[in-house]
Structure formats: C-alpha cells, structure tokens
C-alpha cells in the first residue's frame, strides 16, 4: 500500500514541477544537516540481526533545485547521509551505514527557499532512499555464516516542520520508509539546513541596487 502511493504521488509531484509557470523563480543551493537518530532494517536472513542505528556521528550533504515562489515551491534534492558509528547492539556484526535519499518535495512559506522575511513552514516529499549497513567493517564470522550487506531500496516519505528567511531554512524532519517486497526498511530523525544559493545572491545584488 505505501509502495503503491508512493508511486502515485511521484508522477504528480514531477507534472507539477514541470508545469510551473516560468515566472516563478528557480533556486539552486544546497542541504546539509545531522540526524538526532537513525535505523535501517536489513532484509531478513534469519542469521544476524537486521537492525543498525546510530545516534552519533550522522552526516548529511546533498545538492537541492527549487522551482516556485515564496508562499509555495517544488524541489529535488538529493542527499549523502553518512552515520559514523551506525551498528546492530543486538549482535555486533560491523561498523558503520550510508543512505542516499533522493526526494521531491512541497514546501510551503518559510520553507519555500525564496521568502523574503522570517516565516515557519512545512514540506512534505516523496522519493526512494538506498541504504547500506556495516559498511566499515562486517566481521569474518558472520561473512562465513552468510551474511551481506548489499544496497537495499526503499520507498520514502518525509514531513519538516521549520523557519526560513531570503532563501535560507532549519528544519526538523522525520522520514520512513519501506520495501514491502524485500521488508527493508528505514527510519530518520534529524536536523536539515537548506541554503538556496542563488535567491541569496540575487536578494543581495537586489538590495545593493536599490541601495
């Protein structure tokens, strides 16, 4: 079921990105944040664990595009999230995990990217996001039982809730996802900052013009 809406939602959320009027602005920036807590849950294998959290040492860095105005936008963005110290407490197997999620996103006031003031929002997007666990290090003997670690997909949905001001914005964000056909899985909990490099450029050649 949360497959197949997500892969309802998709198609509709690209349509409208694509049928914005040009008048409205384009933005091309960055996110980049940490997350508070994380889980991914492996397919099961029914030998280890198919667990790995962290809550330390979680880093995030993407590229984002903008389409929209400063009541309300589109965007892609696309993100490295890297957690340091990710791993199964249950049985200790390996260190380390890495996802690359990938979101097209509805964002609204402060979280729009191009809102000339300070203002709360919220966005809510859609996407896939792959996942790798133990990524450092997977011990010998678990390698000799059987167990890999390989990238697993899953189908994503993210809500933020934050403030934003002349294309800058803090929000905190929580993010599932799921692969019903493989039952992985992924949960994220954190803190994003995106800066919407070119609004801020054109905002500050705007305000030495008119200065």
Do not use: C
Not at 14 to 25: M, P
């Amino acid at each position: 079921m949360f497959m197949m809406v997500t892969r309802k939602i998709i198609p509709v959320l690209i349509l409208i990105f694509f049928s914005l009027e040009a008048y409205n602005q384009i933005g091309l920036g960055t996110v980049k944040g940490i997350d508070f807590y994380q889980k991914y849950n492996n397919p099961v294998d029914n030998i280890a664990h198919p667990g790995s959290g962290n809550t330390l040492l979680n880093f995030i860095w993407g590229p984002r595009v903008w389409l929209g105005g400063k009541d309300f936008s589109i965007s892609l963005e696309a993100q490295v999230n890297l957690g340091i110290s990710s791993l199964a407490i249950k049985d200790f197997k390996g260190l380390g995990a890495v996802s690359f999620p990938a979101l097209l996103k509805i964002n609204f006031k402060g979280l729009s990217g191009f809102y000339p003031g300070f203002a709360d929002g919220f966005s809510f997007g859609v996407g896939m996001q792959w996942f790798k666990t133990e990524l450092f290090y997977l011990s010998e003997s678990y390698k000799n039982k059987g167990v890999k670690r390989k990238l697993n997909k899953t189908y994503i949905a993210q809500i933020d809730f934050g403030y934003g001001s002349f294309g800058s914005s803090g929000s905190i964000y929580i993010r599932y996802g799921k692969n019903f056909d493989t039952d992985a899985s992924v949960f994220n909990l954190g803190l994003l900052v995106s800066i919407n490099k070119l609004f801020i450029r054109k905002h500050k050649k705007y305000k030495k013009n008119r200065d």
